[in-house]
């Protein structure tokens, strides 16, 4: 009896769980004052394939008095009409981001993004970054996420000497074989 509940289970579960792939659509900029500038644009490899290219540049160290967070927007019809979606990272310092999530993300950024900070390392140095046909992963997404057009929006915040950073990128997720 157990093992056709757990059958059944397994079933339902991976007949849920749809393929996809993931597409740049455009890097909305940044907003800044004196922490770091873009220059990032989104170029098109092919009829099915963008890529993020450009630099920024990080002109102050980000540490434990940033405060950041990471919302993402849905727009199910791909109408640019959003809603917040519940899947984010809440608002946490930069070093508990390092230490605790960054090490998911990292191995899909450094092929493409040299000079980027290690997990776990904090602060994060002023430096030169540059962004050398970054593609998106579909593996850097759970699984559930649904298809439609997303608005990526990271944000952080020093409190105390009122620095700030806003960075948007909107990319489309598709079912697999799309085109």
């Known amino acids: 009896m ?29 907003a800044s004052n004196g922490v770091l500038q873009c220059q990032l644009r989104v170029r098109k490899l092919n009829r099915t394939l963008s890529a993020l290219t450009g630099n920024v540049t990080l002109f102050v160290d980000l540490d434990d008095n940033f405060l950041t967070s990471f919302n993402g927007y849905h727009s199910p019809l791909g109408n640019n009409q959003y809603n917040l979606y519940a899947m984010k990272v809440p608002p946490i310092t930069i070093c508990n981001f390092m230490k605790n999530f960054w090490g998911d993300y990292y191995g ?21 970054l540059p962004f050398i046909d970054f593609l998106l992963d579909p593996a850097m997404f759970p699984p559930f996420v649904p298809t439609g057009t997303w608005k990526l929006v990271w944000r952080a915040t020093d409190n105390s000497t009122g620095r700030f950073f806003s960075v948007e990128a909107v990319f489309k997720v598709f079912p697999d074989n799309f085109f």
């Open 108 to 128: 899909y950024f450094v092929p493409y993004v040299a000079t980027i900070e290690k997990p776990g390392v904090c602060p994060i140095t002023a430096r030169y």
């Open 2 to 30: 157990d093992f056709k509940v757990t059958t059944s289970f397994v079933l339902a579960v991976l007949t849920s769980v749809e393929a996809y792939t993931a597409k740049l659509e455009t890097f909305n900029g940044c």
